[in-house]
């Protein structure tokens, strides 16, 4: 989560959640709700078909058979789910982003702070993908969110538009990296 101005990061935190831990909440649903055993590729493609963060009117109805194992006998298992379930499913780390994001604009200078509830907050990377989760944030936040065009490819395009660039790449400071 990074605010940026004038070409610069003004404040940045790092939080250690992506969409494998997404994947991970619906297992550990599974696991608790239903005494079933799914794997990560189904988690994911269940997140993928039906997941969201918000309830979205039409696809709240959307319901998927989740297929893995009984953990009481090990005999497989199929169970019907709803979106609205793995939504709740999703809710802790969901919360866990939303908060880190409400935490960052707090420490934003009020200046740029007006910048942002003017002009709005950017999503990027494969979680901005999931549904409703701009609609979760700008209810949050009280914001206007937009997810970025190819969220995906969006700040790896941007970093190779730094290097390709000398100017803009000297007034990048450059931390971390391999030791």
Do not use: H
């Amino acid at each position: 989560i990074a605010i940026i101005s004038l070409g610069g990061v003004v404040i940045n935190r790092s939080l250690r959640v992506a969409g494998d831990e997404l994947d991970e909440d619906i297992i550990n649903y599974m696991r608790t709700r239903y005494g079933m055993l799914i794997g990560e590729r189904t988690a994911e493609e269940t997140k993928l078909e039906i997941g969201s963060a918000f309830p979205l009117d039409s696809k709240d109805s959307l319901a998927t058979v989740v297929r893995g194992r009984d953990l009481s006998n090990g005999l497989p298992k199929s169970i019907k789910i709803s979106a609205a379930e793995i939504r709740e499913a999703l809710t802790p780390t969901i919360s866990q982003i939303v908060s880190a994001i409400q935490e960052v604009l707090e420490e934003t200078p009020p200046e740029l702070l007006s910048d942002i509830v003017e002009r709005g907050i950017f999503l990027a990377g494969g979680g901005a993908l999931l549904r409703g989760l701009d609609k979760k944030i700008a209810e949050e936040t009280k914001m206007p969110v937009y997810v970025a065009d190819d969220p995906l490819t969006t700040v790896v395009r941007g970093c190779g538009e730094v290097l390709n660039n000398l100017d803009l790449l000297s007034k990048v400071r450059v931390t971390g990296g391999l030791r």
